[in-house]
């Protein structure tokens, strides 16, 4: 039997955009939403804003230069839901329970999302039917 990894809910979920400004105003006129936050990622190379939802961010994420994880997804598949962030306790710990599973796993230790003082790893898109997926632990509180 494979081992339980506790999810607390989903955190967040990326949206690849060709214009995050666009998709900004777009999801502001279709919701009234608020801008909970915007930050740039350079070396992930991505802009991004996020809007809470309940506990959960929607995040529309540009590339900056063309040559992203990002782009290369709109190229391959079009813009689109990219990424689902599932929250965990603790990342190490969730970590070391996929491998116990035999996940296949980008990441082998968490990084540090140093913003807001998150661990986060990813989980390799393939055994999640073609959806990047990330675990963090912590919340959106600076």
Request: charged residues 30%; hydrophobic residues 40%.
């Given at each position: 039997m494979p081992e339980q990894v506790k999810t607390n809910y989903v955190d967040h979920i990326c949206i690849a955009v060709n214009d995050v400004k666009k998709a900004e105003k777009d999801y502001i006129d279709s919701f009234g939403w608020e801008?909970?936050?915007?930050?740039?990622?350079?070396?992930?190379?991505?802009?991004?804003?996020?809007?809470?939802?309940?506990?959960?961010?929607?995040?529309?994420?540009?590339?900056?230069?063309?040559?992203?994880?990002?782009?290369?997804?709109?190229?391959?598949?079009?813009?689109?839901?990219?990424?689902?962030?599932?929250?965990?306790?603790?990342?190490?710990?969730?970590l070391d329970k996929l491998k116990a599973n035999k996940v296949k796993l980008i990441d082998q230790q968490p990084r540090l999302f140093a913003e807001y003082n998150r661990n986060f790893a990813f989980i390799h898109p393939a055994p999640m039917h073609g959806i990047l997926t990330e675990i963090i632990d912590g919340k959106y509180e600076k």
């Open positions: 801008v909970a936050y915007r930050y740039v990622d350079e070396p992930e190379k991505i802009r991004v804003t996020g809007f809470m939802v309940g506990p959960t961010a929607i995040e529309v994420m540009e590339d900056l230069d063309g040559t992203g994880e990002v782009a290369k997804f709109i190229r391959k598949r079009g813009e689109g839901v990219m990424l689902i962030s599932y929250n965990v306790d603790n990342c190490g710990e969730a």
